[in-house]
């Protein structure tokens, strides 16, 4: 029997979703809880990669059993009584035994928020930023992004990806009432460090070291050396991953959100 | 030359906000920051007290200079770089000498969060409580808050109050589109830990201990044995101080929120 699991995670005291042999990871956190409580070895596939201190919103991994759980609601209580506070399950669903968390993952998207101010609330949940950013001049540079499927700039040197080409469907700012900045970035699958990459360089095109011309030149030169530093990963946020509908549908009030307003 | 400050502060390292000879508080920190930087002993008169962890979106405090800050604005950012990360100052004010951030202020408004499951990003700022409750009773017992003005039932013993009278213009729940409970209480004045007194009750009420009319008996009583044990202090911010238009008026974004959304 195979399940799907939904959570989602704090990732500040963790080194990534990916088991690791030395330091805790959420994989390996949600691994030791599940054979604590189900008795027996349980292995997880999760949907792909989180980075050190990046964190879900919305995370999905997979799992097989030999015999199916007769309550997996009850199972999902027991395991977030063992869990940690920083990750929360909140289903565990039955899906056809082919079903894959990884592979067959159509879309994921990002979200970064920014705040511009001192904010004794969100520390740990935003990259508190305390310049200006002409957030209009940053939607236009992210706007290019949905132009180009190379994103070599933005990759992770050393990194093992057969291939740097990711399709992005979405990517914009927006403002909250707060006064925070949200991008949100949607794509089929995204390489290791994009997403921080791609956001320091749109906050060094927001706060006027380059303009949208530049900023697609920097797009298009497939230099890694040429992207600005990484945003740090306190502000970013896995928030949805898609299934087609007839494999696996998100469940409604399946994430939790940074924000108990 | 007096001044106002403005400012948010996350409570959780802190035994509240009154200055103590043991035990970090938030005045203290803020006089030790203030008397750095203006380079003489600064003393505040804070709004109110709040308790050991509850935060601060909106607090005001007093104090006065014998020179006139040449530019307040900058003494604020300056403030905010000295102060720790759960301290942040959002403005400092010139006001009348007899202007006084405790007596003058007229209203109070008191907010509280509670979180009806597990979420890895909201704990510390909200009360996490597995049970479901009742919104639509604990409204109805709310709002019969509104016809009393003696609160000795939700007042703390040996607490040195002259007098249990408060007149409360607001009390009721809401709940937020991320399902998150919010309590809104606004009285001219506050016993010491009347706000968690009454959420505690009213959580009772909400879970099926109480009914509407037992609530009622028990705001009569005047029995603080009669009131439920207080909410953690977790979920508890000071959202507003009112004063006289004529004498001061809250800046736009005076407060900070404990939302990244």
């Known amino acids: 029997m195979r399940y799907f699991i939904e959570l989602s995670y704090n990732g500040r005291n963790y080194f990534g979703w990916?088991?690791?042999?030395?330091?805790?990871?959420?994989?390996?956190?949600?691994?030791?809880?599940?054979?604590?409580?189900?008795?027996?070895?349980?292995?997880?596939?999760?949907?792909?990669?989180?980075?050190?201190?990046v964190h879900a919103a919305?995370?999905?991994?997979?799992?097989?059993?030999?015999?199916?759980?007769?309550?997996?609601?009850?199972?999902?209580?027991?395991?977030?009584?063992?869990?940690?506070?920083?990750?929360?399950?909140?289903?565990i669903a039955p899906v056809a035994d082919g079903a894959h968390a990884r592979f067959?993952?159509?879309e994921r998207e990002y979200r970064y928020f920014i705040e511009l101010r001192k904010n004794p609330?969100?520390?740990?949940?935003?990259?508190?930023?305390y310049r200006t950013l002409d957030v209009g001049r940053m939607n236009r540079a992210a706007a290019l992004l949905l132009e180009y499927d190379d994103f070599t700039t933005f990759a992770k040197?050393?990194?093992?990806?057969?291939?740097?080409?990711?399709h992005v469907?979405?990517?914009?700012?927006?403002?909250?009432e707060q006064g925070v900045l949200c991008f949100r970035i949607r794509a089929?699958?995204?390489?290791?460090n994009m997403v921080r990459a791609v956001v320091g360089t749109l906050?060094?095109?927001?706060r006027g070291r380059y303009d949208v011309g530049e900023f697609r030149a920097i797009v298009e030169s497939r230099d890694l050396s040429r992207a600005s530093s990484g945003a740090p990963a306190e502000g970013l946020y896995l928030w949805d991953v898609t299934y087609p509908s007839g494999l696996f549908r998100r469940s409604e009030g399946g994430a939790c959100m940074p924000s108990v307003m």
Chains 1, 2 share one sequence.
């Open 157 to 166: 040197l050393n990194s093992n990806n057969r291939t740097n080409i990711c």
């Open 18 to 53: 990916q088991r690791q042999p030395k330091g805790a990871t959420v994989q390996g956190t949600l691994e030791g809880a599940l054979t604590t409580l189900l008795r027996r070895p349980v292995e997880t596939t999760g949907a792909g990669r989180t980075d050190t201190g």
């Open 58 to 91: 919305y995370y999905v991994a997979h799992f097989d059993l030999d015999e199916p759980l007769s309550d997996p609601r009850h199972t999902a209580y027991k395991l977030n009584a063992l869990l940690p506070c920083d990750i929360a399950v909140s289903r």
């Open 188 to 192: 089929d699958r995204f390489l290791r």
């Open 121 to 129: 609330f969100t520390r740990g949940s935003v990259w508190q930023y």
């Open 169 to 176: 469907m979405q990517a914009g700012w927006s403002v909250s």
């Open 104 to 106: 067959d993952a159509l």
């Open 203 to 206: 906050v060094d095109v927001g």
